[in-house]
């Protein structure tokens, strides 16, 4: 599974495995940095606002893997547009655990996610790209059970995000709602948020508390929409 990528795209959106990124140990590749700064001189780089999804866009249920079961969190769509049409990327980061514990499979991982796509386009709102990890190193599921530089605070989903995207990461924020979602924000120097939806504590101090999505778009923009 190391070399090998699957991509789902629905309506210019892209759910991209991390996996695609990680040798059979699950170390992400880094790129030199020469490789690194020729990629970033062919895109205009902006910054971007790294999302966890349970709990940050969508409400936190353990380990949801029913489409039906997904519901946004308080004004998650009108946040997502806000930071759109502010010049912020919008990139989602998800450890999902629980396909590599087998609580649900990766389908189950991508309907869940398509609904939430759809939600989001109900109200104009459109992400950037969406990754996930699948690992864990206390899995039941042999591909997947394995610790991986792609499993937050791990930085691998973040630097595969600035090589797609071409992101000004000094100009970056992360927001989400338990301690792993704060500590790969500060490792690589985003603004940290931590809203009190989902899990919404960490034991790493945030730069900022917000209650929701909402308020933490508003803070990041300056209220404007």
């Not at 991209?16 to 990680?22: D, L, N, R």
């Not at 450890?95 to 109200?123: C, K, P, W």
């Amino acid at each position: 599974m190391g070399n090998r990528r699957k991509t789902v795209r629905n309506n210019g959106f892209q759910l991209s495995p991390v996996i695609f990124f990680c040798n059979l140990s699950g170390k992400y590749q880094k790129k030199t940095n020469s490789e690194r700064i020729n990629m970033m001189q062919m895109k205009k780089k902006k910054p971007a606002v790294f999302l966890d999804r349970d709990g940050v866009i969508i409400e936190e249920k353990h380990y949801i893997s029913k489409p039906e079961d997904v519901k946004l969190t308080y004004r998650a769509g009108e946040a997502v547009k806000m930071l759109s049409q502010n010049g912020f990327y919008t990139v989602v980061v998800s450890n999902q655990s629980g396909i590599a514990r087998g609580y649900f499979t990766l389908e189950d991982y991508h309907s869940v996610t398509h609904r939430m796509v759809e939600l989001l386009e109900n109200e104009g709102a459109a992400l950037d790209l969406i990754l996930y990890s699948p690992f864990h190193p206390e899995g039941k599921v042999a591909e997947y059970t394995r610790d991986s530089d792609c499993r937050k605070p791990g930085s691998g989903m973040f630097l595969q995000a600035e090589t797609e995207l071409g992101i000004d990461m000094e100009k970056s924020f992360m927001i989400g709602d338990r301690t792993s979602d704060i500590d790969a924000g500060k490792k690589l120097g985003l603004f940290s948020i931590l809203v009190k939806t989902g899990y919404g504590e960490s034991s790493i101090l945030p730069d900022k508390i917000c209650n929701n999505l909402y308020e933490a778009a508003h803070f990041i923009t300056g209220g404007k929409i």
